[in-house]
């Protein structure tokens, strides 16, 4: 049974926005690191936007001003809202928890992963 699940992908055009959501029934969004991580084939997987367990929230150079990470803590979600998307944003998006209650944006220091939610943007 998954513990993070992904949801929100979607096809757009460059411009757009979109609002990944990650829910878990296992652990606490406001307890622990989390972030949001992507890949396209071939690459490694990298750090998008994180959130530590204070709330402290960073995120890649290449997406600062235009994405936002967020937590409903009533409802134990995860939030990415990306706006002005570009083509270069075009990958499958991971949710991720860390047993680390803060955590460099880093697949390595996530114990826990969600299946994945696919982006694709077009120009």
């Known amino acids: 049974q998954a513990q993070l699940v992904e949801s929100g992908g979607d096809s757009v055009q460059s411009g757009g926005s979109l609002r990944l959501a990650c829910t878990t029934s296992?652990?606490?969004?406001?307890?622990?690191?989390m972030g949001w991580f992507r890949q396209v084939p071939g690459k490694d997987r990298e750090g998008v936007a994180g959130i530590a367990n204070d709330g402290t929230s960073n995120y890649a150079d290449s997406v600062k001003g235009r994405f936002t990470i967020s937590r409903d803590i009533a409802k134990n979600t995860l939030f990415l809202q990306m706006n002005s998307l570009k083509p270069e944003d075009t990958a499958m998006y991971y949710c991720a928890a860390s047993s680390f209650k803060t955590a460099p944006m880093k697949a390595s220091f996530c114990g826990h992963w969600g299946q994945g939610t696919q982006v694709t943007v077009s120009s």
């Open positions: 296992v652990y606490s969004v406001s307890q622990y690191f």
